[in-house]
């Protein structure tokens, strides 16, 4: 190649062109995480499908009442799975031990300490809620 760098940058200008174009275009995709809730769905749906106001309030009354039954759903759910899912957890931290020396699994705590605090600020996952310090061996 005659001229690599030259090559790399434009094709780095012309990605990043397109990401901020597609983030421009979507702009809620930007700083949204988790699945979107019930204002961002009725949001999108009153554009594409040109709503009434009356239709998009009944819609988001609608998806807030099925977003709060698929919650505790979630945690009903969560509950009765709690000892497999932590027994998994364990083995998962098991076999980790004999695959990864020291120093990765030092790294991979830092990894999961950082990971706890920015799920501290968002908890949409609900999985990091799960005490499974019973199941320790």
């Known amino acids: 190649m005659k001229y690599p760098i030259t090559t790399l940058l434009t094709t780095t200008l012309a990605f990043t062109l397109f990401a901020a174009g597609q983030l421009q275009a979507r702009p809620d995709m930007a700083r949204h995480h988790g699945p979107p809730d019930a204002e961002m769905r009725v949001a999108h749906?009153?554009?594409?499908?040109?709503?009434?106001?009356?239709?998009?309030?009944?819609?988001l009354e609608l998806f807030?009442?099925?977003?709060?039954e698929r919650r505790a759903m979630h945690e009903q759910t969560m509950e009765?799975?709690?000892?497999?899912?932590?027994?998994?957890q364990l083995a998962t931290r098991t076999e980790l031990k004999v695959i990864l020396d020291k120093e990765q699994l030092a790294q991979l705590e830092e990894m999961k300490a950082s990971r706890e605090s920015d799920n501290d600020r968002r908890k949409?996952?609900?999985?990091?809620?799960?005490?499974?310090?019973?199941?320790?061996s």
């Open 45 to 59: 749906m009153s554009i594409a499908l040109e709503l009434s106001d009356e239709q998009s309030a009944q819609l």
């Open 64 to 68: 807030q009442a099925v977003d709060e």
């Open 80 to 88: 009765l799975m709690k000892p497999q899912i932590c027994e998994l």
């Open 124 to 136: 949409w996952r609900g999985m990091h809620d799960l005490d499974c310090s019973a199941f320790d």
